[in-house]
């Protein structure tokens, strides 16, 4: 079956990079999402991939993609107090005729002075 | 746009009392979804809906019933709530994509966070 999964913390110091990493079971997922979930809110689209690519960079936000293992990658590069959040790992799932997003249990990022 | 909105924020029930949660979005989304999210279990799918008037189950239906109204408003009840129903609930909401293939972003709305004693 479907299922998503990813520690559930990281701690980082001010300036540096934060890796989040996350696997997957569903070889047939076309598109692999990053949401960001800030204290008190919903969760917002932070970046995607598309199956057919194995690297997506946006500003601080990189995202890699391994098939073979099934595993994806968010790596932020100079984290900052603003980045403590939640984030949330999802593969695309269709079930039943319908487009359905699978969540792992996301991982609680701290970024310390 | 307000995007995808909830309603109420905040709520507490006694064990046994019904409730219903309200959730609209003005994006003229034809998906809307029901989650709940509990601490190291991210989010589950409790019912969705493909548009007016249809509805399904999703991971976690037990418990709850669901109705969409004129497409952009998708309410969520609980008949008899139980403790184990304490949880954030979220509604999102998304375009149609046609088959498997399709990108599927959702819009979350801010949530509702409900205690059941």
């Known amino acids: 079956g479907e299922d998503v999964e990813q520690s559930l913390f990281l701690s980082v110091r001010e300036g540096d990079s934060s890796v989040i990493n996350c696997t997957y079971t569903d070889s047939s997922s076309t598109y692999l999402y990053w949401y960001k979930q800030e204290p008190g809110a919903g969760l917002q689209l932070l970046t995607y991939?598309?199956?057919?690519?194995d690297m997506k960079q946006d500003q601080r936000l990189t995202v890699l993609l391994n098939k073979k293992d099934k595993h994806l990658s968010l790596r932020i590069a100079d984290t900052q107090t603003g980045d403590s959040a939640i984030y949330f790992c999802a593969e695309s799932a269709f079930s039943g005729g319908y487009n359905k997003l699978i969540f792992g249990a996301g991982t609680r990022l701290a970024v310390h002075p | 746009n307000a995007g995808v909105t909830q309603t109420p924020k905040f709520r507490v029930l006694k064990t046994g009392q019904s409730m219903t949660l309200l959730c609209a979005q003005d994006?003229?989304?034809?998906?809307m979804y029901w989650y709940r999210q509990d601490p190291g279990m991210g989010l589950r799918l409790i019912h969705y809906?493909?548009?007016?008037?249809?509805?399904a189950k999703g991971e976690v239906p037990d418990g709850y019933n669901v109705s969409r109204l004129k497409n952009q408003n998708f309410l969520l009840g609980l008949e008899s709530a139980a403790p184990s129903q304490t949880s954030v609930y979220f509604c999102?909401?998304?375009?149609?994509?046609?088959?498997?293939?399709?990108?599927?972003?959702?819009?979350f709305g801010p949530g509702t966070r409900l205690t059941v004693l």
């Open positions: 809906s493909v548009g007016e008037g249809t509805t």
């Open positions: 999102a909401s998304s375009f149609w994509t046609s088959g498997g293939t399709g990108y599927n972003e959702q819009f």
């Open positions: 991939i598309f199956s057919n690519m």
């Open positions: 994006m003229n989304h034809e998906y």
